[in-house]
């Protein structure tokens, strides 16, 4: 895992590049820039990088380029401007025959013969202006269209590929693959880049103090709003059921079926005059920038939330998937956090002329000139970084974390003698490991953090002090041990523990003696006990869950469902159990009634339950990449909103304190994403090298760890 700020490639260029653009792959990046001077014209460079090798793919001298873009699977580059370098017009002048002339007149032939005869530079031809596209596998032109009017001074590609969108004294709509004219409307003229839907089949322009949107299939306007000014920005919102437009002073919500403006937000204490804006993914958020300031405003209600102060005109960039601003100037690169105006890295030695976020925003490229006035490309890491990590010999399988000033990580190694290792979770430093005969299946720190319990597979429960490491006692359940957890303080911290023997157990934490043993028809699966320490419950491969007294273990209410139980959960105040299994069912259950008071339906197999710190929301995880939010203080408890994934969510887990939602998505690549369920934006994206087998908060939340396959035990800041 590489740390924030780190230089993940670097690049020598022979000129330092002015824009830099990624395609929606993350493996191609086109950059261009000013190169020199050919005869009276300023040429350009132009390029496209191999972000992972820092290869140079493709790379060519252009003139006037305004825009230029990567198509979607990095094998189509389309420019406009003119393709190729000046080229001079020569004459030749002949040469004189000295011995023919009169010997008064010799010196001045020999003069002429070396400074006015030969070939001659007259003039110059610029390549013509065109909208060209290069195929770059293999390498080739595919198209040109001429643009001698200087019409066009905007692209941006279709998602699918398939279509290019151009802006400036008009508006048209071509085929990206032969350059042929799939709709083009002359009276529609922008300085802004159009906006394609996520299905290609709809296209927005701005046009001074109007919007309109094309239908692309049809080839014709659907609709055009007019604003009240002149308009400075415009995004779909994420669900693209809206347009977000700005102007200097306000913000206008405009439905996306017919163009009427639903709601108008006036700007508090705009920036006004010569400025840049900025609109966020889904148009939530606007950056604005002149030469001394950039500023953000929330669009919800138009309030200024804060304000950077700037040495140096500069380059500002949303990261597409957090909630981070790039700024790039003479004086160097920041990076802030968008909901609070905080500095998450920052580079001041560099004089910075590019930059673009990745479109999974865990990388930012970087053009400049550095102090020795060499031209350069970088590609930084912006992966949040690990406090700490501690490398076990095999898969990671279970990591718990506790709260205290010098924290304490422990997590369980998948090696050929499977171990518990105990680390200071602030530096990484190992204290102690535990080696034991079996995988171990499940552990966890005391509520007060002085013991650690493991279950394993030999069927063992073993509780150790976490000062010394000594083991305090072991019990044997004659099956492999499925789960073992503590009762909060107020059950005397006892231990609970699940195994396919058949039965759950309560465990005394003095010295492990058994206080109640509850058998059951099947394999106990899961334990849980509720936060205010007045139930038990219980999840059996019978497909049962089962709501126990804790002092007893006796049985006092039980549910079924139809498929196997995943996942169970108390509220944090004991007042609801969810539980989750393999018919894509969630039971909200009240413990106090023992009745069904809501359930939650996936279209396939749920994978995890869980309630926030303050027990108002519940959320479920399902196999169909859907997350469903659910308000539980209500009766009935009523659905918020649904959270859709690329993958399917396997694991989640809220934060103890805040509305942040951590969950793990396994393919294609291990990731977890880190939400902020009230503003329904991405916090922060982890992305690990291996399958993520578990997650744990440390109960004060200022730490969160992660247990990966690829023998890693990870810890970060519990907030990004």
Same mark, same amino acid.
């Given at each position: ?600 339906? !996936? ?6 339950? $869980? +309630? #926030?710190? *303050? @027990?108002? /929301?519940? =959320? %479920?995880?399902?196999? &169909? ?62 992305? !690990? ?6 997650? $744990? +908060? #440390?109960? *004060? @939340?200022? /730490?969160? =760890? %992660?247990?990966?396959? &690829? ?10």
């Amino acid at each position: 895992m590489s740390e924030i700020g780190e230089v993940l490639a670097k690049v020598d260029l022979d000129f330092a590049p002015s824009a830099i653009f990624w395609g929606a792959d993350g493996l191609s990046l086109v950059g261009y820039g000013f190169f020199g001077t050919t005869g009276p014209f300023e040429t350009q460079a132009l390029f496209v990088l191999n972000t992972e090798s820092g290869e140079i793919r493709w790379r060519t001298e252009v003139m006037g380029t305004t825009s230029a873009v990567i198509s979607p699977v990095g094998q189509l580059v389309a420019g406009v401007g003119g393709f190729g370098r000046p080229h001079p017009i020569t004459e030749f002048v002949e040469f004189q025959d000295c011995s023919d002339v009169p010997p008064s007149k010799r010196e001045e032939c020999k003069r002429f013969n070396e400074e006015e005869a030969g070939l001659h530079t007259v003039g110059w031809t610029s390549p013509p202006r065109q909208i060209w596209v290069e195929a770059l596998d293999p390498l080739s032109e595919r198209w040109t269209r001429d643009d001698p009017a200087e019409d066009v001074q905007r692209l941006v590609h279709s998602p699918d590929g398939k279509l290019l969108a151009c802006t400036g004294q008009g508006l048209l709509v071509l085929d990206a693959l032969d350059g042929s004219l799939r709709t083009g409307f002359s009276t529609v003229v922008s300085r802004l880049p159009a906006a394609f839907t996520r299905d290609s089949q709809r296209v927005a322009a701005a046009d001074a103090a109007r919007m309109v949107l094309v239908d692309v299939a049809a080839g014709s306007m659907r609709w055009t709003t007019g604003l009240p000014a002149a308009v400075t920005g415009f995004a779909f919102t994420a669900d693209e059921t809206a347009l977000v437009v700005t102007t200097e002073r306000e913000a206008f919500t405009l439905r996306a079926e017919d163009g009427v403006i639903s709601n108008t937000v006036a700007l508090q204490d705009p920036l006004l005059g010569t400025v840049v804006t900025v609109l966020g993914k889904g148009g939530r958020r606007m950056l604005r920038v002149d030469p001394q300031t950039m500023a953000l405003w929330d669009l919800s209600d138009g309030g200024r939330r804060f304000s950077i102060p700037l040495s140096a005109s500069a380059q500002v960039r949303f990261n597409p998937v957090l909630p981070e601003i790039a700024i790039a100037s003479a004086d160097g690169v920041k990076v802030v956090n968008s909901l609070f105006g905080t500095t998450v890295w920052e580079k001041a030695t560099d004089r910075l002329t590019g930059l673009a976020f990745s479109p999974d925003g865990q990388r930012l490229a970087l053009g400049g000139i550095d102090p020795q006035s060499s031209r350069f490309l970088h590609i930084h890491s912006m992966a949040p970084t690990s406090v700490s990590s501690l490398a076990f010999d095999g898969s990671v399988n279970e990591i718990a974390l506790t709260s205290a000033s010098a924290p304490l990580a422990v997590a369980a190694g998948d090696d050929s003698d499977a171990k518990a290792s105990m680390f200071r979770a602030d530096t990484g430093e190992l204290l102690l490991e535990k080696r034991l005969p079996g995988q171990i299946s499940s552990l966890e720190f005391s509520p007060d953090g002085r013991h650690f319990v493991t279950g394993s597979a030999d069927g063992g429960v073993r509780l150790f002090r976490t000062d010394t490491g000594e083991r305090r006692w072991i019990i044997t359940h004659t099956g492999s041990v499925t789960a073992v957890t503590f009762l909060p303080s107020g059950g005397n911290g006892d231990v609970l523990s699940a195994s396919r023997d058949k039965t759950a157990r309560r465990l005394a934490l003095d010295d492990g003696a058994e206080v109640w043993r509850f058998p059951q028809l099947q394999s106990v699966t899961q334990v849980v006990a509720s936060a205010d320490g007045r139930f038990v419950a219980t999840a059996c491969s019978d497909r049962s869950t089962r709501i126990l007294a804790p002092d007893t273990g006796a049985e006092l209410a039980a549910f079924s469902h139809d498929g196997k139980v995943r996942a169970i959960a108390f509220n944090p105040q004991g007042s609801v159990l969810a539980t989750g299994g393999d018919d894509g069912v969630v039971l909200m259950i009240a413990t106090a009634t023992r009745t069904e008071i809501g359930h939650s339906q !996936h279209a396939s197999d749920v994978t995890g339950v $869980a +309630f #926030s710190g *303050d @027990g108002k /929301l519940l =959320a %479920t995880a399902g196999k &169909d990449k859907a997350v469903h939010l659910w308000n539980v203080a209500v009766d009935p408890p009523q659905k918020i909103r649904t959270l859709t994934f690329p993958q399917p969510v396997t694991r989640l887990l809220f934060h103890p304190t805040e509305t942040e939602l951590a969950l793990v998505n396994d393919e294609p690549k291990p990731t977890v994403v880190i939400v902020d369920t009230d503003a329904d934006t991405e916090l922060a994206r982890l992305v !690990h090298p291996a399958v993520v087998n578990d997650l $744990a +908060f #440390s109960p *004060d @939340g200022k /730490l969160f =760890a %992660t247990a990966c396959a &690829d023998g890693l035990a990870r810890v970060y800041p519990g907030r990004r």
